[in-house]
């Protein structure tokens, strides 16, 4: 087999891989609360409207906008108080023209109501009336019905990898399942006649295991279950039998051993002799990497990795993460902060840092911060933005079309 | 205590809790297989010489380099093969002038040769001798003892979170258990009244519970090991009671709950009751997130949370999290991908993708890459990194200068 040597660039070997590879993602419920970074399996839609009530977002009056039209200081609006809203209680009150109702921050808006005058607005007259110093608009300090979310609405996509304020999200519509795919199983093996364990003794001339734990660090952080097999002796009948238990249990096979061209040789034979269509590519078109072996054993991926430490970090990032993300069926890109332009003026105040929630856009080749508003009472601010933007201390905002930094969430 | 309404910047709120609170970093001996993103609580030095005998790093001959100067195709050298090194062993070889030995990559160069010819550049005379058809310079193909890591160098830092290839690193030294920072324990208490556990149905009025497990979330990816206390009413025993609690038995106390004046005077005071200094900060130069409660109370940070759920986040990120990093004693910079100028040219050839390991300087107000040489053997040029910069496969080199990719490890 070892005139069979093609060297192709990372891209064609990943179609390779991908025409002869249909990831199928297992998927199990779990605890909403538990599935931090697991990946959703299904769409999901909101089986609510998010408040289902509408909310005060003040202390302060629930009012007839209407009635506080024109209102001032100086000609105050004169309201009959007719009750208090109990926070967490259905309030009964029915505001008619010229009453007013008590209301707490996160309380009901009660009936009749279009609009909340802040405290600090009003001026208590006796214990049953107030004076509106200042007029509200219809809608002004109330989270409407479904403003956060409606009833119906796409929540997240099949492939979304769930961080804290998804948690948040889900769990404010009560759902306290999600179907997530499950991390697929990464056999690890290791070859080497010089290669001892970790925790032996070395004798001279030998070394000890590092890329089994590397890899098994690198299959974590991408989602994986690592599973370690072991250090196989570089003898034909001991690979074989590794590499079918392996093929046998496991999801995606990855060998890691000598470099030698003996061991490549016995490795490209044993994954050949896998299953079909065997060995895709033998050899990589990149440094550090170049003796990469990227094949498919009946439906499931099979590499051989560089021997080294460094290739084999490269190139576990660049083929086998994003068969364990494949097999996770995860789309969302990888956690980093980015560069992009933002997408309008954003106004700020010298002497206050303004922490802006965006969302990321490509346009015409450049990516566009857009700023995601919503009330911060609103948890799908943050579950529809990508990331923040920090106008610092002293800056007096930020003008449209400039380059600021995103911090991915 | 509703007059005592200090309002700070997020650096001098960070000051502040600085100079009443010193962090105490408990720590606890773990397996090194098991520490991944485990913070080190000791600095570590280097055990051995790493290798601890010169390997070859190709398929060939060791040879007196000097037995092969001037030696070319036209003009072989040739030399007398006296044995074979075979792999994980000690060789007994030793080398005279005019001698070779076989040996594979990874293997042991034996005594008196000081450099390795690729067998590709000799040609078998008969089973005792070969023709050398390329000259070797002295060192060449050979990785020397404790090229890299020696005996006594400095592995990593205290405070350094361990990565794969860090995991990788020590192991290659025998380093089998490592002292960690602990996780510090962080209590989540939410309040108000109209707030239920995700699990309940809600009546008009009610909401679900959000803060607690975004919250936790966060905790969970900053390090910490989040404790959640449930749903307190808004009642000042009820609320004292739990945070009495949670201060004895976590390192962190995070309250969480409703936004009105009535209740941000009751966790004020709550906060204030709870140990010495008490109140830093009651209201932060931050939008989102003003109504925030930065204290101290007998060396435990406390922080009041504004109840919605993006200042919440906002804030979290701002004060909590780096408090649980400080409680980690972790040093590290987050993960991420940042932009800087290479520190020197890179060739590279068109048609193949380089990856090149790069640590980052601040020079000058300028974030530097500088690339780290060293063979791809080594696993210390990955623990030595900060990132890596790719060199794209059309790409012919970027310059000295260049602003580049760095993607952080």
Avoid: C
């Avoid at 889900?170 to 006649?193: H, M, N, Q």
């Avoid at 800056?395 to 930094?405: D, F, P, S």
């Amino acid at each position: 087999m070892s005139e069979f040597f093609t060297v192709v660039t990372p891209p064609d070997a990943w179609n390779l891989l991908s025409q002869h590879f249909t990831p199928h993602v297992r998927t199990e419920q779990i605890s909403t609360m538990d599935a931090l970074d697991r990946v959703l399996a299904a769409p999901l839609v909101s089986p609510q409207d998010l408040p289902e009530f509408p909310r005060s977002t003040v202390d302060g009056y629930a009012v007839n906008a209407a009635d506080t039209y024109g209102a001032s200081s100086s000609l105050p609006a004169f309201l009959a108080v007719i009750g208090e809203v109990a926070m967490g209680r259905m309030s009964d009150l029915q505001l008619g023209v010229g009453e007013a109702a008590l209301v707490h921050t996160g309380g009901m808006v009660p009936a009749g109501a279009t609009g909340v005058v802040m405290v600090e607005n009003t001026q208590a007259v006796d214990a049953a009336s107030i004076e509106v110093l200042k007029a509200v608009a219809d809608g002004e300090n109330v989270i409407q019905i479904g403003e956060d979310i409606r009833i119906g609405d796409p929540i997240l996509a099949a492939g979304h990898s769930l961080r804290p304020q998804d948690i948040g999200g889900l769990l404010a519509l009560g759902i306290t399942r999600v179907e997530v795919a499950v991390p697929p199983r990464v056999a690890i093996i290791s070859s080497g006649d010089e290669v001892v364990a970790p925790d032996q003794p070395v004798a001279p001339g030998q070394v000890r295991d590092i890329n089994s734990y590397t890899l098994a660090g690198l299959t974590k952080r991408a989602g994986g279950q690592p599973i370690l097999y072991g250090i196989v002796p570089d003898q034909r009948e001991a690979l074989e039998a590794a590499a079918a238990k392996a093929h046998s249990e496991a999801d995606i096979i990855v060998l890691s051993a000598g470099s030698s061209v003996s061991y490549r040789d016995l490795s490209v034979d044993v994954i050949a002799g896998l299953g079909a269509p065997g060995v895709l590519a033998h050899g990589l078109s990149v440094r550090p990497g170049k003796p990469t072996i990227v094949a498919v054993a009946d439906d499931k991926p099979v590499f051989g990795l560089p021997g080294n430490p460094v290739s084999a970090m490269v190139i576990f990032d660049l083929v086998v993460t994003p068969t364990i993300r494949a097999l996770l069926g995860a789309t969302d890109r990888p956690k980093q902060q980015v560069q992009a332009r933002l997408a309008r003026n954003i106004a700020s105040t010298a002497g206050r840092e303004d922490y802006v929630q965006v969302r990321l856009e490509e346009r015409d080749g450049d990516m566009w911060a857009v700023p995601v508003f919503g009330k911060s009472n609103l948890i799908y601010t943050l579950v529809h933005a990508d990331g923040t933007v920090k106008i610092d201390l002293n800056a007096n905002g930020v003008r449209e079309g400039a380059w600021v930094t995103v911090f991915l969430h």
